[in-house]
């Protein structure tokens, strides 16, 4: 991670003005795209910096390679964070980005010693009770039906056959490189994190989303909130609500302790 410099925005585009103290950090589900994140931007404004990950193959980086692993996502986005880390910050990640978060994580407070106030883990089992699946090595059929069975993309989309020659590329390798993730045990993290997850998500139960509790040496949360894998588009505000209380937590943290902004 380079120090003195602002973040990457070839990875980490920004929704609203940069001169909130604190930095929401916001990485995609499988398939996903930084544009997910803009309306949950907008229910914070103007309490937080928002950046969200950008990955390649997708919406204006379409014409570079997607890359395929989770520890090559989270490598590049740790490396794009810039300064970052020099000022307060939260991370959230929803589905396959809550791994990815969790990985940057782990690189942080290894490589530089510093952490996120808070780590926010959105509708995803635990690193270390990841399931077994196989929806990359589908047909363009079965990678259609996996994704209406979760919701979260428009039907137009997916029952228009130029628009999904467009766009499932970049699913089918966010789904490769989710589901051939594999945790390595290591410590805990030393920040907080809150499970976030739908009662009826297909992909992810109260145990396996409770399970987060073992990755983190801090305070743990779960909250359990009405729907299925996109609960997040039908509770934004209350959701938006948790991030703004961690985020008023991380600013008055620091001026407490004289940390630099």
Known sequence: MSSGAGPDP???????PAGAGVRLVCFPHAGGSASYFYPLAEALAPDADVLAAQYPGRQDRFSEPCLDTVDDLAEA???????????????????????????????LEERTGRSPSRLF???????SRLPVG??????????????????????????????????????????????????????PLSCPITTLIGSADPHTTTGSGSAWREHTAAEFDLRVFSGGHFFVDEHRPEIAGLIRSAVEQAS????????TP
């Open 252 to 259: 008055e943290s620091t001026t407490i302790t004289g940390g």
């Open 121 to 127: 883990a959105s509708g995803y089992p635990a690193p």
């Open 10 to 16: 070839r990875w980490l585009r920004r929704f609203g």
């Open 134 to 187: 196989a929806v990359h090595r589908r047909d363009d059929a079965g990678v259609v039906r996996e994704l209406r069975a979760i919701g979260g993309t428009d039907p137009a989309w997916l029952d228009d056959e130029d628009l999904r020659a467009v766009f499932l590329p970049a699913v089918r390798a966010d789904y490769r490189a989710i589901e051939n993730y594999t945790w390595v045990p290591g410590t």
């Open 77 to 107: 986005v740790y490396r794009s964070l810039g300064d970052t880390a020099r000022r307060p910050f939260v991370f959230f990640g929803h589905s396959m980005g809550s791994v990815v978060a969790f990985e940057v994580v782990r690189r």
